[in-house]
Structure formats: structure tokens, C-alpha cells
């Protein structure tokens, strides 16, 4: 099958062909550059069997599903609850309806990996009038990436992927941290929003609720402004004034930036909490593994990372650490395993969306 591949995420829109499961094709584009994509469809693949969408938020959905107009109506509905992916990827099905008409087209869903958290790790400790339709708790995020690490983990250990308990930390513009246990995401940092837990590019990551109410207290920022702060200029960016691309706080922190440094300390120190906390969520660690932009680019930030994970005993070999690709980077007969791995979201859409046309249950 020729499936054609759309992921919008915090700081790229990129586009794939996956034929007979291997990329044929990639290309990115400036996040909401939509325009300049539609201008290359055609040129990227003949007429595809299926196209493939991820869509950062599906609510409690568990599986992929076809779209139609009330479908992508009903998702289009939860634009506040992931405003900076949310609506791109809406435009992107409405584009692919019209150039390729007649092509199915597939979303494919972050948050269903983490359908079945458990209650504990689900829950916010709100009012029960609150919590009883079960919709405002925690959906946790990128998990077509936490699915696609898992199984390549399991390739490159050699184990079965529903025996590995595991701590798989998402490094991208965003982060998130999840705890997968016999094939299950059992926690996770994020929660109803990808606002939740660790620091990100331009999201605050985890802040206590009683500075956001005294804020709104003043009367000085309302709640839209609000929101817009905590998603496009917090985290790294907020912090240092740049874009919250890794690269640039890097470079700004090598140039002697005290803000830049501190910026890097905060980001270091939250995501060690998450991976902490993640790792008290299995009975046993098997592995850790690290992936999206920054874990694949950037072996120096990894290695300050891993500098400071001592109480989980890793056994981290410098050497593998410094090198790039899919690796090991524990030493050999490590007890916890350590790897990097490149994400390939496309690959994972691609699977949804030929399980979701063979009606397969691609949720199990
Ligand atoms: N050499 C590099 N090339 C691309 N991205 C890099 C590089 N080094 C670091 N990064 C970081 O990777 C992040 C983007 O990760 P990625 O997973 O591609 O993003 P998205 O969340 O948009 O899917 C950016 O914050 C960027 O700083
Ligand atoms: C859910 C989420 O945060 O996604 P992204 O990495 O695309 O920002
Ligand atoms: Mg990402």
C-alpha cells in the first residue's frame, strides 16, 4: 500500500510516502506552511491508497478512524485543548478532500496509546461533580512516537515488546515522558493538554495552578492571552527570549547567556523529574530510551541529561553517547538499557492507517 503521511507538530508540518511499510519520501515545512505543502503533493506521490493525519488530540477515542465531515467536525471541536497542532491538521484533511478526492483519509491519534492509563495516573484529584463524565483528566500525548519507540526498541533488544517495561522520554519542540508497561502506557507528563509536565520549546510545562489564578487576579492578562503565554511563549523560549529552538538557547548559553544557562538548567532539572517519576510507575526498568529532534541531534544535551540520572543506576558507555543514529548508548550487559532512537512517526501512521482499511483493531 502507498500511504501518504501528514504530521503537524509544535515546530514542522512534515510530510511522508510509505510504501509497503518503508519511506519512500520525506519533507518538511515551517509549522502552519500548509500552503507550500499543498503546492507539492502532487510531486511528492501519485495518487496514495490512503492518507495518514496525526492529530495531536482525539479525546478518549482508542483507535484511528476514518474521517468524514462530522468526524472532523467533532475534532475540530478540541482546538483548545491543543491549539498549536490542532487546527493544522483539520486544514490538512480539509486540503487532501480536495486534492485527492475519493483517497481515504486517516486520523491517527497521540493520545489513544494512553487510552488505557490506569485510574490513578488518569485522574486529577478534582471534585467529583468535576471529574464524572471522565473528560476532564488526564489524555497524555505523543504516542504514535511512544508506539513506534517501543516496537524498535524491542527490535534492538531482541525482546518481546509486551514483556518490556520501559521509560520512553519524547525530546522534540515538545517533551513528554511515558511510563509503557507490557505494551501499555501506564503514566505519562502530559496531561488534558500537552501544557502538562515537562519544559518545552515554547510550553511552560507544569505550573502551580494558584500563580496561574493569582496572575488572572490582577486583571492584567485575561484568560486568551493566558493561554497563549502557556503554549507559544513560555518554556524555553519565554525564558530566554529566543525562539525555544534548542539549537539557539545552546548557542546563546555557549556565548555566556546567564539566562540561556539557567533556561537549560530548569529544562534538565523538570525533565529528570518526569523520567524519575515515570520510572516509579513500573515494577522493574528495562529500558530508556530518548528520541525526537533534540535526543537525535544533540548527544551533548543528552549526555548532561543522563549526567544526572545517577539514582537509576544507568551505565552509560561516553563513547556510544557521542556517536548518532539508532544506538545503545549503555554500556554492554548494562541491567537498564539505554537507547536512542530516531522517531519515525510516519512509519507508525502509515501501520495505523493500513490496519484502520484491513479493519484490523489497530489499538491492540
Ligand atoms: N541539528 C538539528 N536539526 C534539527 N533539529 C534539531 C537539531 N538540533 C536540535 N534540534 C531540536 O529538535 C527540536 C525539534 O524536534 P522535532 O522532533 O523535529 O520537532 P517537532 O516537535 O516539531 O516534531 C527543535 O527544538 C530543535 O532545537
Ligand atoms: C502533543 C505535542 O506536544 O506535540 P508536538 O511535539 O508536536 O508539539
Ligand atoms: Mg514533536
Same mark, same amino acid.
Given at each position: ?21 518503508? +519511506? ?34 482525539? *479525546? ?17 471541536? &478540541? +482546538?483548545? &485543548? ?11 484533511? /480539509? ?33 467529583? +461533580?468535576?471529574?464524572?463524565?471522565? $473528560?476532564?483528566?488526564? !489524555? ?7 508506539? !513506534? ?5 524491542? /527490535?534492538?533488544? *531482541? ?19 511515558? @511510563? ?17 509536565? =515537562?519544559?518545552?520549546?515554547? $510550553? ?37 527570549? +529566543? ?9 546563546? /548559553? ?12 530548569? !529544562?534538565?532539572? $523538570? ?7 515515570? @520510572? ?8 530508556? #530510551? ?9 548527544? =551533548? ?7 544526572? &540520572? ?11 553517547? @557521542?556517536?548518532? *543514529?539508532? /544506538? ?9 538499557? #539505554? ?22 483493531? !489497530?489499538?491492540?
Amino acid at each position: 500500500m502507498r500511504i501518504l503521511t501528514l504530521s503537524p507538530g509544535a515546530s514542522s508540518l512534515k510530510a511522508a510516502v510509505v510504501v509497503h511499510g518503508d +519511506t519512500t519520501v520525506t519533507q518538511t515545512w515551517a509549522h502552519a506552511d500548509i500552503a507550500a505543502f499543498a503546492e507539492r503533493v502532487h510531486a511528492i506521490s501519485a495518487t496514495p491508497d490512503a492518507v495518514a493525519v496525526r492529530f495531536a488530540h482525539g *479525546g478518549s477515542r482508542p483507535r484511528p478512524v476514518v474521517l468524514d465531515e462530522s468526524e472532523l467536525a467533532n475534532l475540530e471541536r &478540541l +482546538t483548545a &485543548l491543543a491549539p498549536t497542532q490542532q487546527p493544522v491538521s483539520v486544514q490538512a484533511v /480539509r486540503l487532501m478532500w480536495s486534492l485527492l478526492p475519493g483517497v481515504p483519509v486517516i486520523a491517527c491519534f497521540d493520545t489513544s496509546f494512553h487510552n488505557g492509563l490506569p485510574e490513578a495516573a488518569a485522574r486529577y484529584a478534582l471534585p467529583r +461533580t468535576w471529574t464524572r463524565q471522565n $473528560r476532564l483528566r488526564r !489524555y497524555g500525548f505523543h504516542g504514535l512516537s511512544c508506539r !513506534y519507540a517501543l516496537r524498535r526498541t524491542a /527490535r534492538m533488544l *531482541g525482546r518481546d515488546s509486551d514483556s518490556l517495561r520501559l521509560v520512553c522520554c519524547h525530546l522534540g519542540s515538545a517533551v513528554s515522558v511515558t @511510563a509503557i508497561r507490557d505494551g501499555h502506557s501506564v503514566d505519562t507528563s502530559m496531561g488534558f493538554t500537552p501544557v502538562e509536565g =515537562a519544559v518545552s520549546s515554547t $510550553r511552560s510545562g507544569s505550573v502551580d495552578p494558584g500563580l496561574l489564578l493569582h496572575v488572572l487576579s490582577t486583571g492584567e492578562i485575561g484568560v486568551d492571552e493566558l493561554s497563549e503565554t502557556l503554549f507559544l511563549r513560555s518554556g524555553l523560549a519565554g525564558m530566554t527570549g +529566543t525562539s525555544g529552538d534548542v539549537r539557539e538557547v545552546l548557542a546563546a /548559553r555557549a556565548a555566556g547567556d546567564s539566562e540561556a544557562d539557567i533556561a537549560i538548567g530548569v !529544562y534538565l532539572h $523538570r525533565l529528570r523529574r518526569e523520567i524519575g517519576a515515570a @520510572a516509579m510507575s513500573l515494577d522493574r526498568l528495562d529500558a530508556v #530510551v530518548f528520541t525526537g529532534g533534540v535526543a537525535e541531534h544533540q548527544p =551533548a544535551l543528552l549526555s548532561e541529561l543522563l549526567g544526572g &540520572l545517577a539514582p537509576l543506576g544507568l551505565q552509560i558507555s561516553s563513547s556510544r553517547v @557521542a556517536e548518532l *543514529g539508532d /544506538r545503545l548508548i549503555s554500556v554492554d550487559g548494562a541491567a537498564v538499557a #539505554v537507547l536512542m532512537i530516531t522517531a519515525r512517526i510516519e512509519l507508525e501512521l502509515a501501520r495505523a492507517a493500513e490496519g484502520t482499511i484491513a479493519g484490523m483493531d !489497530y489499538s491492540s
